[in-house]
T-cell receptor, first 115, second 113 residues
């Protein structure tokens, strides 16, 4: 019963470094999303995907890239980390149901600090 | 765009006290409404949801009713426990492609024994 798995759990980067946050789900969900959580701001959508090969931008996409080559995996790439990207990142997945919103399942989160 | 506003915390209660966390929303469509809970060091998990007006979501003693006339989805529990201490997020999804969620800022709940 793995659900949504994120790695790593913690990461410290220097400004300008690149890295990839990994996200995998084993529930065969079509939809996957990345959110960042900042104090007093709740969670904000970075990028999302409605299926393999299909991605789109959310509310705060700048500085992040995504791709979705398989149903299971949805990595988030930071090409050149900035201190403003210090945050907790959550990956989520859900199944599609026409005309209906379904429950999102979240990973445990990745706490990223950029110094 | 769509938005969610929830009461600021932290909310500190004694065990067995009554809990209300207010949540109001703005949406152009006809959204589904959710409460998610985040326990310390964990990801978010669904607490309850409602998909249409006057629906009541309930789980683990928590309840919330979808009020379209007041655009509200307030969370209530009659008797809180120490184990309810967590961060509570109100969220909406407007049913469009991708199940995208819009979250409120979150409310920290602390329950004292």
């Amino acid at each position: 019963n793995a659900g949504v798995t994120q790695t790593p759990k913690f990461q410290v980067l220097k400004t300008g470094q690149s890295m990839t946050l990994q996200c995998a789900q084993d529930m065969n969900h079509e939809y996957m999303s990345w959110y960042r959580q900042d104090p007093g701001m709740g969670l904000r959508l970075i990028h999302y995907s409605v299926g393999a090969g299909i991605t789109d931008q959310g509310e705060v996409p700048n500085g992040y890239n995504v791709s979705r080559s398989t149903t299971e995996d949805f990595p988030l790439r930071l090409l050149s980390a900035a201190p403003s990207q210090t945050s907790v990142y959550f990956c989520a997945s859900s199944y599609s149901s026409p005309g209906r919103s379904t429950e999102a399942f979240f990973g445990q989160g990745t706490r990223l600090t950029v110094v | 765009g769509d938005s969610v506003t929830q009461m600021e915390g932290p909310v500190t209660l004694s065990e067995e006290a009554f809990l209300t966390i207010n949540c109001t929303y703005t949406a152009t469509g006809y959204p589904s409404l959710f409460w998610y809970v985040q326990y310390p060091g964990e990801g978010l998990q669904l607490l309850l949801k409602a998909t249409k007006a006057d629906d009541k979501g309930s789980n683990k003693g928590f309840e919330a009713t979808y009020r379209k006339e007041t655009t509200s989805f307030h969370l209530e529990k009659g008797s809180v426990q120490v184990s309810d201490s967590a961060v509570y997020f109100c969220a909406l999804s407007d049913r469009e492609y991708g199940n995208k969620l819009v979250f409120g800022a979150g409310t920290i709940l602390r329950v004292k024994s």
